[in-house]
């Protein structure tokens, strides 16, 4: 099956320091790695999509890269409202699955104080 | 543009009893899949279906639960007989085809609490 792993479980920042956050995948066949960002009670908001190694997104404060076996999201001069709980999915071929499936990592959160 | 709707947002049931959950994609989207998260743990796919058709229920426990998603109207999960390990939230993602690497949306989720 395939496998999600995130690191770290929680990150401290204060605010305007930079950091990454790391995600580890096993996969037979990356059809796409998407990152998420949950804010407490609410439903997962996404965020990026990559699909091959290489690949570069932004937005705002935020950056996501790919490489073979991880993904990086780095947050630059976070703010406060930049706290959340990001987690990163990999959807893959794996046997005889349907393409819909997402596996989810446990996320990290992420908590910026001024 | 609405986003995926979901009720209720919390429901509270008894053990035994019946919980239905309701998942209204975004609008053009045909897809729906629902993921279960447990406290203290990552979000669990558990059923993708597309219009009176399940894609992948495998997922889903064999017992006591069930999904739809009708030609008209929204998508259900259906959990009969709850027990307190049902307690969790419950989120409906939607998206505009099945085609591998779509970005799925996700609704505000429903928390069941089973008492």
């Known amino acids: 099956e395939d496998q999600v792993t995130q690191s770290p479980e929680a990150l401290r920042l204060q605010e305007g320091e930079s950091s990454s956050l790391n995600c580890s995948y096993t996969?037979?066949?990356?059809?796409?790695l998407f990152w998420y960002r949950q804010d407490p009670g609410k439903g997962p908001e996404f965020l990026f999509t990559?699909?091959?190694a290489g690949e570069e997104k932004e937005k705002e404060r935020l950056k996501a890269t790919l490489t073979k076996k991880e993904s990086f999201l780095h947050i630059t001069a976070p703010k406060p409202e930049d706290s959340a709980t990001y987690l990163c999915a990999v959807q893959g071929n794996d046997r005889g699955s349907t393409l819909g499936r997402l596996y989810f990592g446990r996320g990290t959160q992420l908590t910026v104080w001024p | 543009n609405a986003g995926v709707m979901q009720n209720p947002r919390h429901l509270v049931r008894r053990r035994g009893q019946e919980a239905r959950l309701r998942c209204s994609p975004m609008k053009g989207h045909s897809h729906v899949y629902w993921y279960r998260q447990l406290p203290e743990e990552g979000l669990k796919f558990m059923v993708y279906?597309?219009?009176?058709?399940?894609?992948?229920e495998s997922g889903m426990p064999k017992e006591r639960f069930s999904a739809e998603f009708p030609k008209e109207g929204p998508s259900i999960l259906r959990i009969q007989q709850v027990v307190r390990g049902d307690s969790a939230a419950y989120f409906c993602?939607?998206?505009?085809?099945?085609?591998?690497?779509?970005?799925?949306?996700f609704g505000p989720g429903t928390r069941l609490t089973v008492t």
């Open positions: 990559l699909y091959s």
């Open positions: 279906l597309q219009k009176e058709n399940i894609i992948d």
């Open positions: 993602a939607s998206s505009p085809h099945g085609t591998g690497g779509v970005e799925q949306y």
């Open positions: 996969v037979s066949g990356l059809r796409g």
